[in-house]
């Protein structure tokens, strides 16, 4: 989808439909409405009276023409309260218009910039909503289906506006939102992709094809090497499966200072069937998407390395397969992990934990000043909080509260868990360091109590994503299956990261 910015006078664009905004219990139309309005012999005005037109948000009205305009349709959308509007409701908007005119098989659309009358709401910031949303809720996946689509394809959208002086911030905001949806859709396929087409060594080679074409560094480490590095517990997930694993290690250097201002950290076990703790076979097959964490840590670099912050960012995915063989880790078998910290595995199903405790001692190693990690890491998580936001954990509130705020502005909600150190005693073996599993209760906060010995005094988050990478209907700007869910909250901490 091409998306631009053109000055001009709404009505008299031509374009499949033309897309104009309402609110809900609002006194006069919107400027734009009411050009529009007037053209239609008052048609949208009408509607509103006999109250079929109420303004409630992503209420859509579709009203033909019928000659008296070039564009041969009026989208009407509805914004919902004025005081209400957010920059994520105008995402949501923009997507669910853009889907249904997808669907009606329109492929040229023109809309004007949502919200800005509104205050709080500028010019860039709608755009950049606008456009994240319109590729993001026309994402699809088809790679694998034969069969033509039934809907058709927006070639290109047109944002509106008759202030010149408006153009150079809308243009601004459309090209942010292109690489940030750009990067969120790269991570969709990733993660929608079956695991027999991405392999740890495919998540290597889309790595490194990345690297290659927006100039960041990549080093692919293999069990040769991780074994010299002494990542046993990696190493220890991945005996069981005949790929080879790859600890992929990504460098974006945007300032010349050695350091690494931070290192994020994606798990990324390419299919988790839970090795001899196997899992149910029923729902099985979402397990492709246990490599989320790494999707959405190696794309977030994509986009980074486009807005070219002046910070040094390091990626690393611990990537592999976890699958039962004869050659298989096994419950109650200890792994030595990076760092010399001894393990003593209950499940080997607790195996996300086992892949980061090598990728959290590989970043201490690399002294990075702070760290955060993505994982799609326990089933308790989707419990507490549903796909409705992203748990996280953490041992620096000042990092959390970043991370929590950079989340905020990409719409993607995260909610804080208690880390108590009485949740800590649960992880105690008898026979090793400490042990995969805590038990049956606060399975997400002990799994994160896990990997907080492996982080150390490092400023660490920890993002718990069960529940949030993929979800089974679509709404607002998120399409069935995949999200890409943290892979703006990421672009957006690094970049604020940048400015402070
Ligand atoms: N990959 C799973 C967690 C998961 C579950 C992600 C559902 C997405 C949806 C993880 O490796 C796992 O199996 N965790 C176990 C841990 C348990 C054995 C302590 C779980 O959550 O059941
Ligand atoms: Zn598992
Ligand atoms: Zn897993």
């Known amino acids: 989808m091409e998306i631009k910015v053109i000055t001009g006078d709404i009505k008299a664009i031509e374009a499949g439909a033309v897309v104009v905004s309402c609110y809900e219990e609002q006194e006069s139309l ?16 009408q509607l509103i009276e006999k109250g079929e037109i109420k303004g409630k948000l992503n209420e859509i009205t579709v009203i033909h023409s019928l000659g008296r305009m070039p564009a041969s349709k009026v989208v009407v959308v509805g914004l919902g309260k004025k005081e209400d509007l957010t920059i994520d409701r105008i995402r949501g908007a923009s997507a669910e218009v853009c889907r249904l005119l997808q669907q009606k098989r329109i492929d040229s659309v023109a809309m004007t910039a949502l919200g800005i ?10 755009a950049q909503a606008i456009t994240e949303g319109a590729l993001l809720g026309t994402y699809t996946f088809r790679k694998h289906i034969t069969k033509e689509a039934e809907h058709g394809e927006i070639k290109g959208l047109d944002i509106v506006t008759g202030d010149e002086k408006e153009v150079v911030s809308l243009e601004q905001g459309c090209s942010k939102g292109r690489i940030l949806a750009e990067a969120t859709g790269l991570a969709r396929d990733m993660v929608n992709e079956p695991s027999n087409f991405m392999t740890p060594a495919d998540m290597a080679e889309t790595a490194t094809g990345l690297a290659g074409t927006y100039g960041f560094e990549v080093n692919i480490i293999e069990r040769e090497q991780m074994k010299k590095l002494g990542m046993g517990a990696l190493l220890g997930v991945a005996q069981g499966s005949q790929q080879p694993p790859k600890f992929i290690v990504l460098n974006y250097k945007g300032s010349e200072s050695g350091e690494v201002d931070i290192a994020l950290i994606g798990k990324a076990i390419t299919f988790d069937s839970g090795g001899i703790s196997i899992k149910p076979s029923s729902g099985m097959e979402e397990m492709k998407d246990d490599m989320s964490g790494g999707a959405a840590v190696i794309t977030a670099m994509s986009a980074i390395a486009q807005l070219r912050p002046a910070i040094n960012v390091m990626a690393l995915i611990p990537a592999t397969e976890n699958l039962p063989s004869g050659g298989a880790l096994k419950p109650g078998d200890v792994l030595t992990a990076m760092g010399g910290k001894t393990i003593e595995i209950i499940s080997t ?3 996300g934990r086992l892949a980061l405790a090598d990728a959290l001692g590989y970043a201490r ?29 953490a041992n620096n509130q000042e990092l959390a509260d970043r991370v929590i705020s950079a989340g905020a502005e990409a719409g993607e909600r995260i909610w804080q868990m208690p880390m108590y150190d009485d949740y800590k005693e649960l992880n105690k073996s008898d026979v090793a360091d400490i042990k995969n599993v805590g038990g049956r209760y606060a399975g997400s906060i002990t799994a994160a109590q896990f990997l907080a010995e492996f982080a150390g005094d490092v400023p660490w988050v920890h993002l718990d994503i069960a529940g949030t990478a993929m979800v089974d209907k679509p709404k607002d700007y998120l399409t069935k299956g995949a999200t890409g869910v943290p892979v703006r909250t990421l672009v957006n901490l690094v970049m604020s990261l940048a400015e402070s």
Do not use: H, P, W, Y
């Open 117 to 126: 009358s509104t205050a709080g709401i500028v010019a860039a910031g709608s």
């Open 349 to 351: 199903d607790a195996e």
């Open 30 to 45: 919107e400027a734009d409405t009411a050009a529009i309005d007037t053209v239609l012999g008052g048609a949208i005005s």
């Open 365 to 393: 190693e690399q002294n990075v000043k702070r760290m955060v990690d993505v994982a799609t890491l326990t089933g308790a998580m989707q419990v507490a909080l549903g796909d409705i936001c992203t748990g996280a954990f």
